[in-house]
């Protein structure tokens, strides 16, 4: 859940994903805007957390980088 504060609160066994395409071979500005100011609040010591962007190359195959 996305608090008023910029934080994310993760319960216990939840895992967030983020998945976004590229502009112009790197991230829309409004989700660089989101990324640098989130805080990301978990009740698990380790919580699963993960990034997918991904972008079309010229022959329209689905191509992701993961992180």
């Known amino acids: 859940m996305?608090?008023?504060?910029?934080?994310v609160y993760?319960?216990?066994d939840?895992?967030?994903g983020?998945?976004?395409p590229t502009h112009?071979?790197?991230l829309p500005t409004f989700v660089e805007g989101f990324l640098s100011k989130?805080?990301?609040?978990?009740e698990d010591?380790?919580?699963y957390i993960f990034f997918n962007c991904y972008f079309w190359n010229k022959s329209w195959v689905l191509l992701r980088i993961s992180y």
């Open 2 to 7: 996305i608090g008023y504060n910029d934080s």
């Open 10 to 12: 993760l319960e216990k």
């Open 14 to 16: 939840e895992s967030l």
């Open 18 to 20: 983020i998945v976004v």
């Open 24 to 26: 112009f071979w790197g």
């Open 38 to 42: 989130i805080n990301i609040i978990s």
């Open 45 to 47: 010591k380790n919580p």
